[in-house]
């Protein structure tokens, strides 16, 4: 019996490998069906959280930006006193950054945010400038402005301030409220991704083991016929490979059809927390990364749930 | 051509023993057929062959190549030199004739040029011309297994094992498959034929090996059976 040089003989059954395994996926259409739906749901689950998450975590962003300390300063304090001082902030970790505010800004902002208070204005500027400059200090992780606060309920510091410090204009307990809220919505989100990843997975791995059990007679033949694994496993991994692509780009459709309909349909740029025209922003910029995530998982999930689910029935019966 | 020492095989703990202490020995190009009622050892000692089986114990050498020293990775390629033949056909049912045949070459990595070659020239041995784009359900039990056959010997083993394979015929049919046999040990290949039918084997007169409990109580040529 003649054969062909080694190069060529794998690359022959590679090619059937592959061949088989396509026409496997069409010759049991509504096994693809069925197992290509599951994974459409599972990446559409996947892909939806991940958006959320991040729709989510943009408006803790938004929410944490505006969360600010203002420091206001007495009239007296001179700009030696205010650059240490803005300096020694400067020092803490957590702030990211410090801006100044004069009286003349500050009142500035009173009048833009009262302009429809006639009254108010007439008032103000009938006297001196009453407002203090002030120092607005952001901090990077609004959960720990503890030791910011510490540093200025020191005495001498807090001789330098004519008010008491505001935290974003509200009472702290406020803005823990929000952080905390926020941090918990991330946490669940991501808890969210990873157990509807595994239950998709669980039952991917099933349909393919049902699949696989229902030609278990064919594998057992092949290997009487002195078939090596990857010979009998190749065509079953092609086959889930090609449900993983197709599945990715259903998946993608959809989820762009349902985006563009949102967009058109309602005209509503958030919903609460949810920030619709983030979402669709971040999906839109991110197209094509996301199609190959996307497609990458699809693949991954049926390649290893083929490969674990062909391992038992490959297995050479031995008896001792 | 085959060679057996002593083997014996048992199953589990109290399983019993299946083949005891059996040594062969098959002549390259012999044709030799195997009786024995069921339950006698035939599978048992078949199953050892395609190493679908491991013995307990003794030494198997098949066209050269120790039992004992083969891995689990060389099995495909063992398998590969010896066309084996069920009683109950074993075909790929979603596959034609055609491809059932061409799928035994397809795993060794031939050629396509040099399958369409050899399948038309195979199915033509075993008298299946013309029904290359047949289903297996669409065949009768004798045309099934001459097409199972030519998968056998579609690779030119150098050794045909062939487990009852008129178990399932009647008369006329199985005589066909016989024919065909006898038509490949003409061309050189050891043939290996368990079967049940004393007619066939008293029509071949070939060497016949008597199998009972596990034990070979005759083993003669031009042999008879013995019911």
Redesign the interface.
Known sequence: ????PFL???L??FG?IFRTGTINFF?NAWLSVAATAVMVITLTIILFSVIANATFANTVQQITDRIDISVYLKDSVNEEQREDLISQLQNFENVRSIEYITKEQALEDYKDQNAKNIDLLVAISQTDNPLPASLRVKPEDPNRIEEIRQFLEQPDIKDLQSDETSYSGDRKEAVDNITQATSFLRTAGIAGVLIFTVISMLIIFNTIQMAIFNRR??L?????????SW?IRGPFIVETVLYGIVAAIISIAACSTLFSVQAAAFGVSSLNLLDLQFANAYFEQRFWPILLIQMVIGISIGAISAYIATRRYLK????? | MILLDRVTKT?GRKGGTALDRISLHVEPKEFVIVVGASGAGKSTLLKLL?????P?SGKIIVGGIDYERLK??E??????KIG?V?QDF?????KTVYENVS??L???????R?INHTVPKVLDIVGLKGKEKRMPRELSGGERQRVAIA?AVT??PRILIADEPTGNLDPAHAWDVIKVLEKINRFGTTVLLTTHNQDIVNRLKRRVITIDDGKIVSDRAGGEYKA
């Open positions: 019996m003649k054969q062909p060529r003989r794998k022959i059954n059937r010759r007679e064919e057992t033949i092949m290997r009487l016929l002195g078939a090596n010979y050479f019966k031995t008896i001792k | 199953y395609t190493r679908e089986e491991k307990s689990d990775k099995i495909p390629l063992l398998r590969r084996v069920f074993k075909l790929l049912q979603n799928f035994a397809e795993i060794v990595g031939m050629g396509s040099e998968r690779r030119q």
